[in-house]
């Protein structure tokens, strides 16, 4: 068992095992036809790439599902920044079993990384502005959590986790339920009854104010240009207080998510960190 580490939970047992009967089926021939019954060995898998780490669960979870007699070692944990050549795990055992999981622990580990890495990458780059960046339910389906702890441990707040814990009124229930007004009034006193922050999504100066009459937590600003960004949280501010948080949001990138930061906004939601973040190139080697 890998020191110091705590028994996975269901949801990562569940996911490892499957991603391991993805990839051995009916059994791993090469392995076995290559490598001697019996034959111990040491892996280590390290970084080649800078990033940061995150995954550790997840890999723990999926060598213990494909050899409860391998040994980790793990040298970083959640949240860890890495440069290329970092050894993040060392893996002693049946040199069988080493092999046959080499793939679905690494594709699950670099997956989460690269989220990691690209959130890390966002949040560097409003540092001093005051805003904070999100990450959205733009997600692999049945990763959700993992995909979302993964932007956490770079650095990024989690959004909502789903359609129960939080009212966000987009375009599409707007217009279906007849206008700003007509939605913020039809949500209000059950969220408040349910403890729900209540968002709605705000296309121009119009709806912001009318937004503003009916007193949400958030207000969502998408798809307005920095100096559109910036009159809202001007009409926003001047405003007697509390005011509701004011989030930016569509087609941020690194290129120019300083720029939406510098308007003076609360909250970024950045949709690419979980739908378009690159992979972490991760290597697993085995000793001589």
């Given at each position: 068992?890998?020191?110091?580490r705590?028994?996975a939970?269901?949801?990562l047992?569940?996911r490892?095992?499957?991603a391991?009967?993805?990839?051995v089926g009916?059994?791993d021939?090469t392995?076995?036809?290559?490598?001697?019954?019996?034959?111990?060995?040491?892996?280590?898998?390290?970084?080649?790439a800078?990033?940061?780490?995150?995954?550790?669960?997840?890999?723990d979870a999926?060598?213990?599902?494909?050899d409860?007699?391998?040994v980790?070692?793990w040298?970083?944990?959640e949240?860890?920044?890495?440069e290329?050549?970092?050894?993040?795990?060392?893996?002693?055992?049946a040199l069988?079993?080493i092999?046959?999981?080499?793939?679905?622990?690494?594709?699950?580990l670099?997956?989460l990384?690269?989220?990691a890495?690209?959130?890390s990458r966002?949040?560097r780059?409003?540092?001093?502005?005051?805003?904070?960046?999100?990450?959205?339910?733009k997600?692999?389906?049945?990763?959700?959590?993992l995909?979302?702890?993964?932007?956490?441990?770079g650095g990024?707040?989690?959004?909502?986790m789903?359609l129960?814990d939080?009212?966000?009124?987009?375009?599409?229930h707007?217009r279906?339920?007849?206008?700003?007004?007509?939605?913020?009034?039809?949500v209000?006193?059950?969220?408040?009854?349910?403890?729900?922050?209540?968002?709605?999504?705000?296309?121009?100066?119009?709806?912001?104010d009318?937004?503003?009459?009916?007193?949400?937590d958030?207000?969502?600003?998408?798809?307005?240009?920095?100096?559109?960004?910036?009159?809202?949280?001007r009409?926003?501010?001047e405003?007697p207080e509390p005011?509701?948080l004011l989030?930016?949001?569509?087609?941020?990138t690194?290129d120019?998510v300083?720029?939406?930061?510098?308007?003076g906004v609360?909250?970024?939601?950045?949709?690419a960190?979980?739908?378009?973040?690159?992979?972490?190139?991760?290597?697993?080697q085995?000793?001589?």
């Open positions: 068992m890998s020191a110091g705590p028994t939970d269901a949801e047992v569940e490892a095992r499957a391991l009967a993805e990839d009916d059994g021939r392995t076995a036809w290559t490598i001697a019954e019996g034959t111990r060995g040491t892996a280590r898998i390290f970084a080649r800078s990033g940061v780490i995150a995954g550790v669960p997840l890999a999926t060598l213990e599902a494909a409860p007699g391998l980790r070692r040298r970083v944990s949240g860890d920044a890495v290329p050549g970092d050894e993040l795990v060392t893996i002693r055992g069988r079993s092999l046959t999981a080499e793939r679905a622990t690494l594709n699950g670099s997956h990384s690269g989220i890495t690209l959130a966002y949040v780059a409003i540092e001093g502005t005051g805003a904070r960046i999100l990450d959205t339910r997600t692999t389906p049945g990763w959700r959590r995909e979302k702890a993964a932007a956490a441990a990024a707040v989690n959004h909502r789903g129960y939080m009212v966000l009124i987009k375009e599409n707007i279906g339920a007849g206008g700003v007004g007509a939605a913020l009034a039809a209000r006193s059950r969220a408040r009854a349910e403890g729900l922050e209540v968002e709605i999504e705000v296309t121009g100066a119009d709806e912001l009318e937004a503003l009459r009916h007193g949400p958030r207000i969502l600003l998408d798809n307005l240009a920095p100096a559109e960004l910036a009159d809202a949280v009409r926003v501010r405003r005011h509701p989030e930016a949001s569509g087609g941020v690194l120019t300083r720029e939406v930061a510098s308007a609360d909250l970024i939601s950045v949709g960190i979980t739908h378009s973040a690159p992979a972490l190139d991760l290597s697993l085995v000793e001589p």
